[in-house]
């Protein structure tokens, strides 16, 4: 999530400052007010990284400024100013960019960052190693990077429905509410454009740490599950989208020589068959998650399933390389949202298949409800 300190020159300063349409201060400058940091480092680049928490000392600070290295950046990375970690538990959000930029005229055809960003994760008492701070950290420079690159080369914002990104990233159709307005009665963080883009850059330029991450967010004891943190995935997945990522390395001229050769792993079906003691088993029968075959061989693959007014939550155990997963016992019988992943481990790159809906309260007959 983001916080933005917008300032307008002359009279739309004024202006601004009437309507209220400034910014609020950062989260941590009450705790900055009320204590001094528990420890600093500035990189080569001249970035702060400033803790408030006895977690983080000098050396895990040069650690977090190795792992944001880590993440794809160019030249928007010298507006970057600042890195801070505080002792606050938001419960809305694990962190936030604070940016500013300002325009004088109508068409905000001369709107330009006017301010270093300030990046802000949260609970760092409880997240205390650089992996756990690592997608919260690339989502929060994808906000930095979409802002900077919109802003420098379309001279717009990611709330304007016209830039190229809107045509491009399949939201035709969507609820995608463009707006500055976090009020607007419609407005969810969940379809807000500056949320989806700041995912998707973590989804196609994140760090390893970043993205391996995201896979390990959800975990047995045993070691087995894995779930990406990407919030919106109605939408489809941007690792399949060559078009968006060739759009933002045009945009900022930044090279990344890892192609995609990621595709949905669609369920195509869900087969009901009689296991040995005269119950049922279902069959989980998806696409193959890369038209590569080499790709696909190596691929592990692992489906969620969810009722969320039955508090029904479960998910498989991973395979590798194969096109179905068999659920012993059966699936519970009720309505139920499925979800395909397919993480692979060379790259680890993974993408996801939107969800789809199955009526299981006649398991021999699954019957899909929509997709």
């Known amino acids: 999530m983001k916080v933005f300190l917008r300032r307008m020159a002359l009279l739309l300063a004024v202006l601004a400052l009437a309507g209220g349409l400034f910014g609020g201060a950062s989260g941590h400058s009450v705790e900055a007010a009320a204590s001094r940091p528990a420890a600093t480092y500035v990189s080569p680049e001249r970035i702060q990284f400033v803790s408030y928490s006895k977690q983080w000392n000098q050396q895990k600070l040069k650690a977090l400024y190795a792992e944001l290295m880590k993440n794809m950046h160019g030249e928007e990375l010298g507006y970057l100013g600042k890195v801070v970690l505080s002792t606050e538990d938001n419960e809305e959000e694990l962190g936030v960019a604070n940016m500013g930029y300002s325009w004088t005229e109508d068409d905000m055809s001369d709107i330009e960052m006017d301010e270093l960003t300030e990046i802000v994760l949260y609970g760092a008492d409880e997240n205390t190693t650089v992996e756990s701070m ?136 869900i087969e009901a068959v009689k296991n040995r003691a005269g119950g049922i088993d279902h069959k989980l029968i998806y696409e193959a998650g890369s038209v590569n075959s080499t790709v ?67 398991p021999k007959n699954p019957v899909l409800l929509r997709r």
């Not at 420098?152 to 609820?175: F, N, V, Y």
């Not at 309505?335 to 006649?362: G, N």
Request: aromatic share 14%; proline share 7%.
């Open 134 to 269: 690592a997608t919260t950290l690339s989502h929060e420079y994808g906000h930095h990077f979409t802002y900077y690159w919109l802003i420098r080369k379309e001279r717009k914002l990611p709330s304007d429905p016209t830039t190229k990104w809107a045509s491009i990233r399949g939201i035709k159709g969507q609820p995608v509410l463009f707006t500055d307005d976090p009020d607007h009665p419609d407005y969810t963080h969940y379809w807000d454009p500056g949320e989806i883009m700041a995912d998707d850059y973590m989804a196609l330029f994140g760090s390893p740490t970043a993205k391996l991450s995201m896979v390990n967010s959800l975990r047995t004891e045993g070691g087995i599950g894995f779930y990406g943190e990407i919030e919106n995935e109605q939408l489809p997945p941007v690792m399949t989208l060559a078009a968006v990522r060739s759009y933002w390395l045009k945009l900022s001229g930044i090279k990344d020589p890892q192609p995609l050769v990621l595709k949905e792993p669609k369920l195509k079906k």
């Open 296 to 362: 696909a061989a190596r691929l592990q693959y692992i489906a969620y399933w969810e009722n969320e007014e039955e508090e029904i939550f479960d998910f498989t155990e991973l395979t590798t390389g194969k096109l179905s997963i068999a659920v012993s016992g059966g699936l519970p019988e009720t309505k139920l949202t499925f979800k395909i992943y397919a993480y692979d481990p060379k790259t680890k790159q993974f993408v996801y298949a939107r969800p789809v809906v199955y009526d299981l309260s006649k």
